[in-house]
């Protein structure tokens, strides 16, 4: 039984914001902030706050927390450490309860740092106030419905370009991570619509983000950077919960000796061997990733296919090395790569030409057009729709052949399959970009590569067991859990 859901929209869609140490210099923190909240399109009532008064990015300012009219849903502040908790104190006294403070200068500063931390701890208490962060690098929320941007990163995500319920959210112990996240979000179109950068988490934790991020419909997945969790159970029942509806990927930081010892630097945490966190995952119902390339491909896999796929996967491809470079990643990660049904191998047999590969993996040979690639998916869309959970297809370019007939054909069939399709081109592409545009319009994530497409394939498939030993069995039943956190003796 977890907690009741955190309501945390005050953080994600507040009505009212104020930006304390608000400013117009585009390198300053709060004019970061601001800018972001403009480029985010944020429609709700912003109060910028600076001492010198004055129009601010087109809103007039106020000179003081206790100059604000009415009390706003939530303070952004990002103002020098020492001055923080007084400007805590004088938000509480104006009625704000909400607070995201950017700046670091609190437990991972030394023992000053430790004692304001202690401080602004008792000041929340005291005060009933619910802070985010600090030290962090801020929330993005691009929910169409309120966009919301209080960050200093560089650039915001796409946001939700797959349609409803696809959108993903990415929840960070590294606001690096989350900058370098965004970045590849939007130079490989992934429906990336939510970012926090966790910091310190004084009030909330990754679990409290990934609890409420995790209940909203418009959110297809949700995908973590972890190197340290303070209340294990907690995390494990709350993950769980989110995973029985929507996958849960993440990529745990500290799981070898050196990596560990590079985030207890950064986060605190303590090391953990790599067996420790893969039981633990498991036990969470998380879809788990060694790597910052592999969360990407679960990214683009899953914001396209939230609810996972099954194991049974058909490879259609034209080129010999690229398919057997497939079938081997493909049987790494678990996949089925089953015989062709009888009815499907008859009716290619019949039709290719005697050369070409009838089996799993379909060899169409390297001057396969439109005709052939039609006429082997659609055989597999008649004959062979109950054998397989996906089709993977790749397709190699050669000289003698014109790509864009074969695209133009696949994506007509595609917008009818009865089958997921996942497609991977290699090779001197000169129209890559519009022939990715146009297989991504009619449904198809695009890969570079055939081993990336077996992994987003084999990432796809792991999750739907994950999901059904997370509706099956409550946490009281499961083992204790072995990981360490950063309070460990």
Same mark, same amino acid.
């Given at each position: 039984?977890?907690?009741?859901?955190?309501?945390?929209?005050?953080?994600?869609?507040?009505?009212?914001?104020?930006?304390?140490?608000?400013?117009?210099?585009?390198?300053?923190?709060?004019?970061?902030?601001?800018?972001?909240?403009?480029?985010?399109?944020?429609?709700?009532?912003?109060?910028?706050?600076?001492?010198?008064?004055?129009?601010?990015?087109?809103?007039?300012?106020?000179?003081?927390?206790?100059?604000?009219?009415?009390?706003?849903?939530?303070?952004?502040?990002?103002?020098?450490?020492?001055?923080?908790?007084?400007?805590?104190?004088?938000?509480?006294?104006?009625?704000?309860?909400?607070?995201?403070?950017?700046?670091?200068?609190?437990? /991972?500063?030394?023992?000053?740092?430790?004692?304001?931390?202690?401080? &602004?701890?008792?000041?929340?208490?005291?005060?009933?106030?619910?802070? %985010?962060?600090?030290?962090?690098?801020?929330?993005?929320?691009?929910?169409?419905?309120?966009?919301?941007?209080?960050?200093?990163?560089?650039?915001?995500?796409?946001?939700?370009? %797959?349609? @409803?319920?696809?959108?993903?959210?990415?929840?960070?112990?590294?606001?690096?991570?989350?900058? /370098?996240?965004?970045?590849?979000?939007?130079?490989?179109?992934?429906?990336?619509?939510?970012?926090?950068?966790?910091?310190?988490?004084?009030?909330?934790?990754?679990?409290?983000? &990934?609890?409420?991020?995790?209940?909203?419909?418009?959110?297809?997945?949700?995908?973590?950077?972890?190197?340290?969790?303070?209340?294990?159970?907690?995390?494990?029942? #709350?993950?769980?919960?989110?995973?029985?509806?929507?996958?849960?990927?993440?990529?745990?930081?500290?799981?070898?000796?050196?990596?560990?010892?590079? =985030?207890?630097?950064?986060?605190? @945490?303590?090391?953990?061997?790599? =067996?420790?966190?893969? =039981?633990?995952?498991?036990?969470?119902?998380?879809?788990?990733?060694?790597?910052?390339?592999? &969360?990407?491909?679960?990214?683009?896999?899953?914001?396209?296919?939230?609810?996972?796929?099954?194991?049974?996967?058909?490879?259609?491809?034209?080129?010999?090395?690229?398919?057997?470079?497939?079938?081997?990643?493909?049987?790494?990660?678990?996949?089925?790569?089953?015989?062709?049904?009888?009815?499907?191998?008859?009716?290619?047999?019949?039709?290719?030409?005697?050369?070409?590969?009838?089996?799993?993996?379909?060899?169409?040979?390297?001057?396969?057009?439109?005709?052939?690639?039609?006429?082997?998916?659609?055989? @597999?869309?008649?004959?062979?729709?109950?054998?397989?959970?996906?089709?993977?297809?790749?397709?190699?370019?050669?000289?003698?052949?014109? %790509?864009?007939?074969?695209? /133009?054909?696949?994506?007509?069939?595609?917008?009818?399959?009865?089958?997921?399709?996942?497609?991977?081109?290699?090779?001197? &592409?000169?129209?890559?970009?519009?022939?990715?545009?146009?297989?991504?319009?009619?449904?198809?994530?695009?890969?570079?590569?055939?081993?990336?497409?077996?992994?987003?394939?084999?990432?796809? %498939?792991?999750?739907?067991?994950?999901?059904?030993?997370?509706?099956?069995?409550?946490?009281?039943?499961?083992?204790?859990?072995? #990981?360490?956190?950063?309070?460990?003796?």
């Amino acid at each position: 039984m977890t907690d009741p859901v955190r309501d945390l929209s005050p953080f994600f869609a507040p009505s009212s914001v104020a930006v304390v140490g608000a400013g117009e210099r585009p390198t300053s923190s709060g004019g970061a902030i601001m800018q972001m909240l403009r480029q985010a399109g944020y429609g709700g009532r912003v109060v910028p706050v600076n001492p010198r008064g004055g129009t601010i990015f087109g809103y007039e300012s106020v000179t003081s927390i206790s100059a604000i009219d009415q009390p706003v849903d939530l303070a952004v502040i990002v103002i020098r450490p020492d001055a923080i908790l007084d400007a805590v104190a004088e938000a509480a006294d104006r009625g704000i309860r909400n607070l995201l403070i950017l700046p670091g200068g609190f437990a /991972e500063a030394g023992p000053a740092g430790v004692a304001r931390n202690e401080a &602004l701890l008792e000041l929340a208490a005291q005060r009933g106030l619910r802070v %985010a962060g600090p030290n962090c690098a801020g929330i993005v929320h691009l929910d169409p419905a309120r966009r919301f941007a209080a960050t200093f990163l560089r650039d915001l995500p796409p946001g939700n370009v %797959a349609g @409803a319920g696809h959108g993903l959210v990415f929840i960070s112990q590294s606001g690096a991570l989350a900058e /370098e996240f965004i970045d590849k979000a939007n130079a490989r179109g992934l429906p990336l619509m939510s970012v926090v950068s966790v910091g310190n988490a004084v009030h909330l934790g990754v679990e409290d983000y &990934l609890a409420w991020l995790g209940d909203r419909p418009e959110i297809g997945a949700a995908l973590l950077y972890v190197e340290s969790i303070e209340d294990h159970e907690r995390f494990r029942a #709350i993950a769980r919960q989110v995973a029985a509806k929507k996958p849960v990927v993440a990529l745990f930081g500290g799981r070898t000796e050196v990596g560990g010892r590079a =985030a207890g630097a950064h986060t605190g @945490a303590v090391a953990n061997d790599d =067996a420790a966190i893969e =039981a633990f995952c498991t036990s969470c119902g998380i879809v788990r990733v060694t790597s910052l390339r592999r &969360l990407l491909i679960a990214a683009k896999a899953f914001g396209r296919f939230p609810q996972g796929l099954g194991q049974r996967a058909l490879i259609l491809s034209n080129s010999g090395g690229p398919g057997v470079l497939c079938a081997d990643r493909a049987a790494l990660e678990g996949l089925d790569l089953r015989a062709l049904p009888t009815t499907m191998a008859d009716v290619l047999r019949q039709q290719l030409p005697a050369e070409a590969s009838v089996a799993n993996p379909v060899d169409l040979l390297a001057d396969a057009r439109e005709d052939r690639f039609g006429l082997a998916l659609e055989a @597999a869309m008649t004959h062979a729709a109950s054998a397989y959970d996906m089709i993977l297809m790749i397709h190699v370019v050669p000289f003698m052949v014109d %790509a864009q007939p074969v695209i /133009e054909r696949l994506a007509e069939l595609a917008a009818g399959a009865r089958l997921p399709l996942m497609h991977s081109m290699m090779g001197t &592409l000169p129209g890559k970009a519009d022939w990715f545009a146009a297989m991504e319009r009619a449904g198809v994530p695009m890969f570079n590569d055939v081993e990336e497409m077996a992994e987003a394939a084999g990432l796809l %498939a792991s999750y739907p067991s994950l999901r059904s030993a997370a509706n099956a069995a409550s946490v009281s039943d499961l083992p204790p859990v072995t #990981i360490k956190s950063r309070k460990s003796p």
